[in-house]
C-alpha cells in the first residue's frame, strides 16, 4: 500500500500557546479526512485570530485532548526542545487465520506536526530605584512579544493551507470509504523518553553500540498512543 508522508512547517511556541495550536491542526487534519455525516463545528482560537473546523464527534475530540494533555506533560519534562507528534491514518487488515486472529494496521498516511517549544524573557514586575529603565524594558518585553504573536499566527495559517493543500492533490492512496464510520481509523504519536548513556559507557561496550546503531531511527520516532 502506497503511503504518503506530510511534513509540517515548524512552528515555534510557548507553552501556554502549544494547546491551542495543536488542537487547530490536529482537528483540521482530521477534518478533511473525514467520512460519512459530520456535524461541523467552527472554533474560535482565544490566542490567534483564526477559526478551525471540528467534525463534531465528542470521542474524537476527547480523544485529542487526551493525546495533547500526554504531550503538554511531555514538554514539562523536556523544555526549550524541538519535537515531532505524528498523525497517522491506517486500514485494518486480518491476519492469516490463527489461534489468536490478529489483525494489522496497514498505514497510508502520516502527519508530522514539528514544534519547537521555547521559553522567552517576560517582563518583569515589582518597584526598584531604576523603576524607569524597568517600565521601558516591560514595554519592550511586550512589544516583542506581540511581534512574535503575529509571525506565530502567520505561521500557523501557513500550515493549515498546507494541509489543505496536500489533501487536495494527493487522493490516490486514500482507501475506499465506509460510510459507517466518521473518521477513518487513526493514532497520534508523541515523543518517548530517551534513555541518556555516559559517552565511555557507549564506547566500551559493544552490545550497547551495535544496539543503538539498530535502534537510532526507533529512538528518533515516537512512542505509539492510539484512538
Not at 508522508?5 to 494547546?19: P, S
Amino acid at each position: 500500500m502506497n503511503c504518503e508522508v506530510c511534513q509540517l512547517k515548524e512552528l515555534e511556541v510557548e507553552h501556554f500557546e502549544i494547546r491551542e495550536v495543536l488542537c487547530c491542526i490536529l482537528h483540521t487534519i482530521v477534518f478533511h479526512r473525514a467520512l460519512g455525516l459530520v456535524r461541523p463545528k467552527d472554533i474560535d482560537l482565544e490566542l490567534f485570530n483564526i477559526t478551525y473546523v471540528q467534525c463534531g464527534d465528542v470521542e474524537l475530540e476527547k480523544k485529542i485532548e487526551e493525546k495533547i494533555d500526554q504531550f503538554i506533560s511531555w514538554v514539562e519534562k523536556h523544555p526549550n526542545k524541538k519535537s515531532q507528534i505524528c498523525l497517522s491514518f491506517y486500514e485494518t487488515k486480518n491476519k492469516q487465520p490463527s489461534w489468536f486472529n490478529k489483525t494489522e494496521r496497514l498505514f497510508w498516511e502520516h502527519w508530522y506536526v514539528n514544534l519547537h517549544v521555547t521559553q522567552h524573557t517576560k517582563a518583569h514586575s515589582g518597584k526598584s530605584h531604576h523603576s524607569k529603565p524597568m517600565v521601558d524594558l516591560g514595554e519592550t518585553v511586550s512589544e516583542d512579544m506581540g511581534v512574535r504573536r503575529e509571525a506565530l499566527e502567520a505561521s500557523l495559517h501557513e500550515v493549515l493551507f498546507q494541509i489543505i493543500k496536500f489533501v487536495n492533490e494527493k487522493k490516490d492512496h486514500v482507501p475506499p470509504i465506509n460510510e459507517d464510520i466518521i473518521c477513518f481509523p487513526c493514532e497520534i504519536t508523541i515523543p518517548r523518553l530517551v534513555l541518556i548513556l555516559p559517552v565511555h559507557v557507549i564506547q566500551n561496550n559493544i552490545f550497547i553500540k551495535k544496539l543503538l546503531i539498530m535502534c537510532v531511527s526507533k529512538l528518533q520516532h515516537v512512542a505509539c498512543l492510539s484512538f
